[in-house]
């Protein structure tokens, strides 16, 4: 499995951006994906997950409100829209999947096999 990643960048407070993630070599459509991020010095974190159907979604109580995750299983792409950056939101941002093809698995690191490689979100304030 393959995860490829992109969308980040440098934004002011208050900006959106929208980041991608782009899978292949399994039928996306039965898993479940995640989306964490991992800021300096700090342990990685669940920011959102997406159920394999689309129809369940999840946030971290930080950003509940403001991001929005959604997936569009033709194109074998997951996405996340993140409006109203805050400073705090700065962190490597990274999307995942699990080896296991359930509509939803559990919000944690633990939960998750398969990650990409990463892609910076710089909110500047």
């Known amino acids: 499995v393959q995860l490829q990643a992109c969308g980040g960048g440098l934004v002011q407070a208050g900006g959106s951006l929208r980041l991608s993630c782009a899978a292949s070599?399994?039928?996306?459509?039965?898993?479940?994906m995640g989306w964490f991020r991992q800021a300096p010095g700090k342990e990685r974190e669940f920011v959102s997950s997406?159920?394999?159907?689309?129809?369940?979604?999840y946030y971290a109580d930080s950003v509940k409100g403001r991001f929005t995750v959604s997936r569009d299983n033709n194109e074998n792409t997951v996405y996340l829209q993140m409006n109203s950056l805050e400073s705090e939101d700065t962190a490597v941002y990274y999307c995942?999947?699990?080896?296991?093809?359930?509509?939803?698995?559990?919000?944690?690191?633990?939960?998750?096999?398969?990650w990409g490689q990463g892609t910076q979100v710089t909110v500047s304030s």
């Open positions: 995942a999947a699990p080896d296991v093809p359930r509509e939803i698995v559990s919000n944690t690191v633990k939960a998750y096999v398969f």
């Open positions: 997406i159920s394999r159907s689309g129809r369940l979604t």
């Open positions: 070599g399994r039928t996306f459509s039965r898993y479940a």
